[in-house]
């Protein structure tokens, strides 16, 4: 096994975190991010060095030796606080003054406190009669990609491979993100529009964590690869059962539930982290 620190630290403090897995060597693989070589990994090292690490504000990743970008298919993502730094429902409800009560259910959603489907309805209900230019309003001003989205999915393209997003949110947005990031794919909610106004209904079905389950499997059937050749990255609950088929599934700035369950752990570093840990 090998260990990535990934932060804006000195080599004092990677030499500090990383004792206690005794590594054959330290290796710097770019300014900010290093490579313990050949190290002891047991539950009690892990939690040990994972604790410290997050006092110290590094990432810290166990990952066998060798693993490479090129080794997988696909690279599947979800969108809201993950490619994108904002939850685009909350937004929406600002435009209607209902940010904080939205809000409030989108937390409890992506902590697994209440099922997805019916977190969705509720908030969705509640955007009902909004002039649905306010999607526009909130793309234009307020929908920024989080740091590191550009960089990974170009070496994603670069290694060959294909680039899903699969979001519980909506068309209108993963639409756009897909052409701007020039993605292979997207899945997301249609939410009805009529008279130019929002009716506080989706179209079809919804998609829970079931549906972006099946639809990582049914693009992976589609590229003729296993679930295992892909890599899964989320941060919310609904984000598991996806996560769950992945041959690495990736924890971005995600709630505890998800950062327990998940292969890595990115608390800090950008999306692009993924790459120092798949580098030769």
Same mark, same amino acid.
């Given at each position: 096994?090998?260990?990535?620190?990934?932060?804006?630290?000195?080599?004092?403090?990677?030499? +500090? &975190?990383?004792?206690p897995?005794?590594?054959?060597?330290?290796?710097q693989?770019?300014?900010h991010a290093?490579?313990?070589?050949?190290?002891?990994d047991n539950p009690? *090292?892990r939690?040990?060095?994972?604790?410290?690490? %997050?006092? =110290?504000?590094?990432?810290?990743?166990?990952?066998?030796a060798?693993r490479?970008? =090129?080794?997988?298919? &696909? &690279?599947a993502?979800d969108?809201d606080?993950?490619?994108?730094?904002i939850?685009?429902?909350d937004?929406i409800?600002?435009?209607?003054? %209902?940010?904080p009560?939205v809000?409030?259910i989108t937390?409890?959603?992506? +902590?697994?406190?209440?099922e997805?489907?019916e977190s969705?309805? +509720? #908030?969705?209900?509640?955007?009902e009669? %909004?002039?649905?230019n306010? %999607?526009?309003?909130?793309?234009?001003? #307020?929908?920024?990609? =989080?740091p590191?989205?550009?960089?990974?999915?170009?070496?994603?393209?670069?290694?060959?491979?294909?680039?899903?997003l699969v979001?519980g949110?909506?068309?209108?947005?993963?639409?756009r993100?897909?052409?701007?990031?020039?993605?292979d794919? =997207?899945?997301?909610?249609?939410?009805?529009?009529?008279d130019g106004?929002?009716?506080g209904k989706?179209v079809?079905?919804?998609?829970d964590?079931?549906?972006?389950?099946?639809? *990582?499997? #049914?693009?992976?059937?589609?590229?003729?690869?296993?679930?295992?050749?892909?890599?899964v990255m989320g941060?919310g609950?609904?984000?598991?059962k996806?996560?769950?088929?992945a041959? &690495?599934?990736?924890a971005y700035?995600?709630?505890?539930?998800?950062?327990a369950?998940a292969?890595?752990?990115?608390?800090?570093?950008?999306?692009?982290?993924?790459?120092a840990l798949l580098?030769?």
């Amino acid at each position: 096994m090998n260990l990535i620190f990934q932060g804006s630290t000195d080599r004092a403090t990677i030499d +500090r &975190l990383a004792a206690p897995s005794r590594p054959a060597r330290i290796e710097q693989i770019h300014a900010h991010a290093w490579r313990c070589v050949d190290v002891a990994d047991n539950p009690a *090292v892990r939690s040990q060095i994972e604790e410290a690490s %997050l006092q =110290s504000r590094v990432d810290a990743t166990f990952i066998e030796a060798g693993r490479q970008l =090129s080794d997988f298919g &696909l &690279l599947a993502m979800d969108m809201d606080s993950t490619v994108i730094t904002i939850e685009c429902i909350d937004e929406i409800a600002d435009m209607q003054g %209902l940010k904080p009560q939205v809000a409030a259910i989108t937390e409890a959603a992506m +902590r697994g406190e209440i099922e997805f489907a019916e977190s969705l309805t +509720r #908030r969705v209900a509640l955007l009902e009669g %909004l002039d649905a230019n306010a %999607l526009q309003k909130v793309y234009d001003e #307020r929908l920024k990609f =989080s740091p590191g989205a550009e960089a990974l999915i170009s070496a994603a393209h670069a290694a060959g491979v294909k680039t899903l997003l699969v979001s519980g949110g909506f068309t209108f947005f993963t639409d756009r993100v897909r052409q701007r990031l020039n993605l292979d794919y =997207s899945h997301a909610n249609v939410l009805e529009v009529a008279d130019g106004r929002l009716t506080g209904k989706v179209v079809g079905g919804i998609v829970d964590a079931e549906e972006k389950k099946r639809t *990582v499997e #049914r693009v992976c059937a589609e590229l003729g690869i296993p679930a295992r050749q892909a890599i899964v990255m989320g941060d919310g609950a609904n984000d598991l059962k996806m996560m769950s088929v992945a041959g &690495l599934s990736v924890a971005y700035r995600a709630k505890p539930v998800v950062r327990a369950q998940a292969d890595v752990a990115l608390n800090f570093s950008g999306l692009d982290g993924i790459l120092a840990l798949l580098a030769q």
